[in-house]
């Protein structure tokens, strides 16, 4: 099973600030990753898939680079409502996701 | 527009059996492979099954192989998640998630692009 590790488990950060996400595959899963946002008692929504497409309707502050075993998602210029916890998720061979990382306000 | 509904969930002693059930709309249900995901309380996101666009193939996690069954009718729009042998463990919000590509191949994977907004299952005597 393909393991995915995201780093950091939380970032706190303030209105403006650009924020860097990491996921690490444990295998090379090539540009099978995804990025969902999930808010508070909300569904999670997909924000990247592919590694770097963006999800129509997804502002293009949120960015996604990386290939192999190692990705990031950027956020830059982060809004208010940019606060949420964020997902990779892995869908090279079946599914399997990160444990998340919560951006809280700094 | 393309939406998912689910129903079913409660509160359900160890053991015991619970039906799941999604309602979708606004995309044609049949061209797309559909799954269900959990998330138990403060916890992450976990991938439970998937069922192809057609039905015919099926894989499940290995926490709950054996226990669930995950169905659809694609005359009814509708997904469905059979558990039985309820444990505590179960307990989470359930999610139906719908792939992004229509009628995807046998031998890839797909991204989720809608999801519906979740059941919660209560196990607890």
């Known amino acids: 099973d393909i393991q995915m590790t995201q780093s950091p488990s939380t970032l706190s950060a303030s209105v403006g600030d650009t924020v860097t996400i990491t996921c690490r595959a444990s295998q090379s899963i090539s540009l099978w990753l995804a990025w969902y946002q999930q808010k508070s008692g909300k569904a999670p929504k997909l924000l990247i898939h592919?590694?770097?497409i963006l999800q129509s309707g997804v502002p293009s502050r949120f960015s996604g680079s990386g290939s192999g075993t190692e990705f990031t998602l950027t956020i830059s210029s982060l809004q208010p409502d940019d606060f949420a916890t964020y997902y990779c998720?892995?869908?090279?061979?079946?599914?399997?996701f990160g444990q998340g990382t919560k951006v809280e306000i700094k | 527009q393309v939406q998912l509904v689910e129903s079913g969930g409660g509160v359900v002693q160890p053991g015991r059996s619970l039906r799941l059930s999604c309602a979708a709309s606004?995309?044609?249900?049949?061209?797309?492979?559909m799954h269900w995901v959990r998330q138990a309380p403060g916890k992450g996101l976990e991938w439970v099954a998937v069922?192809?666009?057609?039905?015919?193939?099926?894989y499940y996690a290995d926490s709950v192989k054996g226990r669930f069954t995950i169905s659809r009718d694609n005359s009814k729009n509708t997904l469905y998640l059979q558990m039985n042998s309820l444990r505590a463990e179960d307990t989470a919000v359930f999610y139906c998630?719908?792939?992004?590509?229509?009628?995807?191949?046998?031998?890839?994977?797909?991204?989720?692009?809608?999801w519906g907004l979740g059941t919660m299952v209560i196990v607890s005597s």
């Open positions: 069922v192809w666009y057609e039905g015919t193939k099926k």
């Open positions: 998720q892995q869908y090279n061979s079946w599914w399997t």
């Open positions: 998630a719908k792939e992004t590509s229509v009628l995807r191949a046998a031998g890839t994977f797909d991204a989720f692009d809608v």
């Open positions: 592919k590694a770097s």
């Open positions: 606004g995309f044609m249900f049949s061209n797309y492979g």
